[in-house]
């Protein structure tokens, strides 16, 4: 028999299912059919399709079977093989190779819970950045302070208090000092959730030109502008 004549015999194979695509120039060809069985797959067509032939010749591992007298065998062996395609229609190409209708799903629904900012102890050491004491005892330390001293500090008072900012801070009794640079902490404590500076300003809508201040009464913003450079005539008339 003529090579030729062989291989209009030939009407299955099996291949890697990982090569179905080979089958894509034939996926309108009527009878063309597939059965998919894990990592391989076994393909089927009407004798005599040399374009399916011709699809599958590249495809590495592929095995081409002939059936005669209800036999089958691999495709150049004259020995029937009991490895052979199963029974039944199969799967058209385009079945196997277009994934199949989907119905969309909604993503499920995240309820938001609203976060409490807070400071708590802990933390690495800070250096001491700000201050916030009662008028009274910046007043005992203004009249005594030098003048590099009250030069050295900027100030702004908030109702009975008093808030500084300066690398030098004075010692004033019952002052609580702060670190930070545009979030104020008081030293020892931390803020919880313990987020990035930027982070802190934005879940509190803090703009530029302000200033953040956290503490156990919860948080303040202050204007930058709103502090001044401390003098003695300044704290005894009440205006910082």
Do not use: N
């Not at 200033?211 to 005894?236: K, M, Q, Y």
């Amino acid at each position: 028999m003529r090579q030729a004549d062989r291989w209009r015999e030939v009407t299955a194979a099996r291949i890697p299912a990982q090569y179905l695509a080979a089958l894509a120039p034939v996926r309108s060809v009527d009878g063309v059919r597939v059965h998919p069985a894990g990592e391989l797959a076994w393909v089927c067509w009407p004798a005599g399709r040399a374009d399916v032939v011709k699809c599958l010749l590249p495809v590495p591992g592929v095995v081409f079977l002939s059936r005669r007298r209800g036999v089958w065998f691999r495709f150049g062996s004259r020995l029937p093989c009991d490895d052979v395609p199963p029974e039944g229609d199969g799967e058209p190409v385009p079945a196997v190779l277009v994934p199949a209708r989907f119905q969309p799903v909604a993503p499920p629904i995240t309820l938001l819970t609203a976060g409490v900012l807070r400071v708590v102890r802990g933390g690495e050491p800070k250096p001491a950045t700000a201050l916030v004491c009662v008028i009274g005892e910046l007043l005992k330390w203004a009249d005594v302070a030098t003048t590099a001293e009250l030069a050295a500090v900027r100030a702004v008072r908030c109702g009975d208090r008093a808030i500084l900012l300066g690398s030098r801070l004075p010692s004033i009794p019952g002052a609580v000092r702060f670190w930070g640079k545009d979030v104020l902490v008081p030293i020892g404590f931390r803020p919880d959730p313990e987020l990035s500076p930027s982070g802190l300003r934005a879940a509190c809508g803090v703009a530029d030109g302000e200033l953040l201040l956290l503490d156990d009464t919860g948080a303040e913003v202050i204007p930058c502008r709103a502090f001044e450079h401390l003098t003695r005539a300044s704290v005894r008339l009440g205006s910082v």
